[in-house]
């Protein structure tokens, strides 16, 4: 079904069970196929490609040659039914792909609100990006990878499978991650270190200067106290009584399974 409001260029294919609400665009040599759904207001350019089970927000801008519900690049994948879900207000550039998820895990790919994926960047089965995201270009996220809220992964990074990247961290460009990133931490290199806060984020995100301060304290007994992970925890648990955003940090390396950059 198309909404009477939706422009749809003629050259532009659409087939299968496909829904396309108000106001939305489609461009030129646009293929759209499989069981989709695009959100009122949503930007479609020339040369996308939709496929499979994609649901798509509303008021994203999708740019030319992504590729949005592909088959992903799991040997185990059989053609079972998974799913890619994008929320509102995402812009999805150049060649950015974003692969369906594997019935081993999720079963989908989830992208949030508000994001920026940049030029050929690489979302790969079954992972999670939050709100507010920077994924930059020639970055890869592997399969199975959970990036939270207000992170940055730049420019030719690369995510190792399963690793997560914490709220309101910063991926350097050009770096490996294979271990987790906690939230706040400045990450950089091959493979990634620790290299303190992401202190510009988190100011422009509204930190004040109080919590900067305990955060600061927070990081300095995690990582330049000599302290073991366990005896850091148990002062920074004491931390987090008075700051929830402690507690979100000590939550994320309690609950790691790759274990945390040090």
């Not at 665009?25 to 989709?36: A, E, H, R």
């Not at 914490?166 to 950089?188: E, F, I, N, R």
């Not at 507690?247 to 945390?260: I, K, L, M």
Request: charged share 20%; glycine share 10%.
């Amino acid at each position: 079904m198309i909404h009477e409001t939706a422009q749809v260029h003629p050259s532009a294919v659409i087939e299968g069970e496909v829904t396309i609400a108000a106001n939305v665009t489609v461009g030129p040599f646009t293929y759209i196929s499989g069981k989709i759904e695009i959100g009122e207001g949503t930007e479609v350019m020339s040369h996308v490609v939709i496929k499979g089970h994609t649901t798509i927000g509303k008021d994203n801008r999708i740019f030319p040659h992504a590729v949005i519900g592909e088959e992903n690049q799991d040997k185990k994948y059989g053609g079972e039914e998974t799913t890619v879900v994008i929320g509102d207000r995402n812009v999805i550039r150049e060649a950015v792909q974003i692969h369906r998820g594997t019935t081993q895990d999720k079963a989908t790919t989830v992208i949030g609100n508000d994001n920026l994926l940049c030029v050929n960047a690489h979302i790969a089965h079954d992972v999670i990006v939050g709100n507010h995201t920077h994924v930059g270009n020639n970055a890869i996220l592997g399969g199975h990878v959970t990036v939270e809220d207000y992170a940055g992964v730049m420019a030719l990074s690369a995510i190792h499978p399963f690793c997560k990247v914490g709220a309101y961290s910063y991926v350097g460009g050009c770096s490996a991650v294979v271990k987790d990133v906690p939230p706040y931490v400045l990450a950089q290199g091959n493979h990634a270190t620790p290299f303190g806060l992401n202190l510009v984020g988190l100011q422009r995100n509204g930190f004040e200067k109080a919590e900067l301060r305990a955060l600061r304290n927070a990081y300095k007994e995690f990582y330049r106290a000599g302290k073991t992970q366990a005896e850091a925890k148990q002062v920074l648990e004491q931390m987090a009584k008075d700051w929830p955003s402690i507690q979100h940090f000590v939550d994320f390396v309690e609950t790691s399974e790759r274990g945390v950059i040090r």
